[in-house]
Nanobody
Framework: QVQLVESGGGLVQAGGSLRLSCATS????????MGWFRQAPGKKREFVAA????????YYTDSVKGRFTISRDNAKNTVYLQMNSLKPEDTAVYYC?????????????????WGQGTQVTVSS
């Protein structure tokens, strides 16, 4: 079992920044890559970014490229999502998720463990 706990959400004005954290615990040795997803009210959960635990290769959805950066601190077993130039359409509950597969995937059903989510609200 892998446990994930997100933090760092909040209310920010458009153009501002937030950094989300996802602390992992439990059987973390089984994790191959971590992802961030988000879900806005009335919408499906969507992929935001992912990072390979070993090597650090990253992948982003087009709408956040150049604004968001995913990173990890292996010593702290923590993954981060630095969000800059935030827009009102970035408002959502953000979730981190862990995957044990060989390749970075963007489908939420392919992830094995999930955090409880943290709310990000961007005001215009």
């Amino acid at each position: 079992q892998v446990q994930l706990v997100e933090s760092g959400g909040g209310l920010v004005q458009a153009g501002g920044s937030l950094r989300l954290s996802c602390a992992t615990s439990g059987r973390t040795f089984s994790i191959t890559h971590m992802g961030w997803f988000r879900q806005a009210p009335g919408k499906k959960r969507e992929f935001v970014a992912a990072i390979r635990w070993s090597g650090g290769s990253t992948y982003y959805t087009d709408s956040v490229k150049g604004r968001f950066t995913i990173s990890r601190d292996n010593a702290k077993n923590t993954v981060y999502l630095q969000m800059n130039s935030l827009k009102p359409e970035d408002t959502a509950v953000y979730y981190c998720a862990a995957n044990k597969g060989d390749f970075i995937v963007t489908m939420s059903k392919m992830y094995d463990s999930w955090g409880q989510g943290t709310q990000v609200t961007v005001s215009s």
